[in-house]
């Protein structure tokens, strides 16, 4: 699906929880001025009707749904302008869950709205209190339910390795996504941005970050569960943007440009490896057959999935061969 986003850093937000700074995440600084962010909605609606490809025109960053009522109700106007112009298929927006509430739905309703993503983090009361997000568990679920009953698309953004979070607390955020049942999730890695109180926490060492490979293995364990139940997983890992490559920014966490790829690589690992432990190819040559478009994601960075199934099945030789049209993999004795 396109999308034509539209970051809004900070704006409606009625809180800044402790690892955040929207404004170098979303590569925007300074106050939101409205009539720039009109005129940008405005250019891509004539963007897309240019190109002949309409998607959702996307507002994220901040907390939609409570930035004042003025802007919010002419930023309205002019999506579903370009909505009727045949420039976007829907109004996308994410916002907090205690910011859906039956006022805002209501008013919502006369517009073309699409996809609501609703940025939960954790679905662990104890990690949303230290965290300082200013919701509950139940907030998320109300929100969740309204959405549904408006006719809408609901998605869930959840954050890994926040504070206060292991991995049962993870598992329980992961089982309360899976009762709730949004149609798709995004995962992102919890990064330590200077300046904000995260910051702060690392140095008195009251919070320690995730590895990359803690922030993968999690990762991996989410995307398998939620697309086991057919709950899409749209993205992993924060988006790259050149401030946020700016050097001493991210001061600690799983800071990696290509996350998702990793836990991709790790998806296909675990599956060989069920498929090696019911099996006797130990001193064997063996030859691992997947998709052609895959097969980096079958070998790994630097080989790295060859290097573990040979080493820790004991192989004699490992060959990854990629096959135009194969969408599974298969394992066999060469």
């Known amino acids: 699906m396109r999308i034509y986003p539209i970051f809004l850093p900070h704006a409606g937000c009625p809180f800044q929880c402790i690892y955040c700074d929207q404004q170098a995440i979303t590569s925007v600084r300074g106050l939101v001025v409205w009539e720039a962010v009109l005129q940008y909605v405005k250019e ?32 309205l106007h002019e999506a579903a302008q370009g909505v009727l112009r045949g420039a976007f298929t829907g109004i996308r927006f994410s916002t907090r869950p205690d910011a859906l509430g039956p006022t805002v739905i209501a008013k919502l309703l006369s517009f073309p709205v699409r996809t609501v993503e609703i940025g939960a983090q954790s679905l662990d009361e104890r990690v949303l209190l230290r965290c300082r997000r200013g919701h ?3 907030h ?19 954050m890994v390795g926040l504070p206060g979070e292991d991995r049962n607390s993870f598992e329980k955020t992961l089982e309360r996504a899976l009762m709730f049942a949004p149609y798709f999730v995004r995962l992102y890695p919890t990064l330590v941005l200077k300046g904000t109180v995260l910051e702060r926490w690392v140095h008195e060492g009251l919070y320690t970050p995730l590895t ?11 995307y398998e569960l939620l697309t086991h139940r057919g709950i899409r997983v749209i993205r992993i890992g924060v988006q790259t943007t050149e401030i ?29 490896d069920a498929i090696m432990a019911e099996g006797h190819f130990e001193g064997r040559h063996v030859e691992i057959q997947g998709p052609r ?31 135009e049209g194969m969408e599974d993999f298969s394992v066999h004795e060469r």
């Open 212 to 222: 990359v490979d803690e922030a993968v293995e999690r990762c991996a364990r989410a």
């Open 136 to 138: 509950t568990v139940r």
């Open 293 to 323: 478009h895959r097969v980096c994601e079958l070998i790994g960075p630097g080989r790295s999935n060859v290097v573990y199934w040979k080493n820790r099945w004991r192989l004699a030789s490992v060959k990854v061969l990629g096959v």
């Open 244 to 272: 946020l490559r700016r050097p001493g920014l991210v001061v600690a966490g799983p800071d990696h440009a290509a996350l998702g790829y990793l836990v991709r690589v790790r998806l296909w690992r675990r599956c060989v």
């Open 140 to 158: 998320v679920a109300e929100a969740m339910e309204r959405v549904r009953a408006a006719g809408w698309s609901v998605g869930l953004q959840l």
């Open 44 to 75: 891509m609606a004539r963007r897309a009707l240019r190109t002949a490809k309409p998607g959702e025109i996307a507002f994220y960053g901040g907390t939609f749904t409570q930035i004042p009522d003025e802007a919010l109700d002419r930023l």
